[in-house]
């Protein structure tokens, strides 16, 4: 388990910088100014210049990517309930999240950001969770299905 874990983790990472990469670029496009919009602002100020901020989104993406993939791993503990594993993942990705978000300004830092990031985050959460519930149930009911007949 620790070494799948590790594996996750490092294609993870990569994968989680190329992913804001594509947000960063979609994000561009949307403004509809010309101009590639890499970070927010407030963090480029805050980092000093730019590139500082870039770099330092870029390393926290990594981390982003890291911590979802690993956190993968929890969907196989198969000695726990789903209400269990579904719990630690909440909890595992929630705490990798909300820090990054946080640091990253990718959120307002007011007590209102933080509330509306925190109903964000676990809407999403409960949007995906009960798709892939609901299509594993399916999936599980169709092999019954050819099972008996």
Known sequence: MKKELI???LLGAPLGLAISTIITIVISLFYGDG???AV???LASEMGSEINAVLFQAGLSMI???AWAGASVIWEAEHWSLLKMTLVHLLVTSLASFPIAYFARWMPQSAAGILIY???FVSIYAVIWF???AGMKKRIKELNDKLQG
């Open 7 to 9: 594996k996750r983790c």
């Open 35 to 37: 101009q590639f919009h």
């Open 40 to 42: 927010v602002p407030e």
């Open 64 to 66: 982003y990517g890291a």
């Open 118 to 120: 925190v109903g964000i």
């Open 131 to 133: 798709s892939q519930y």
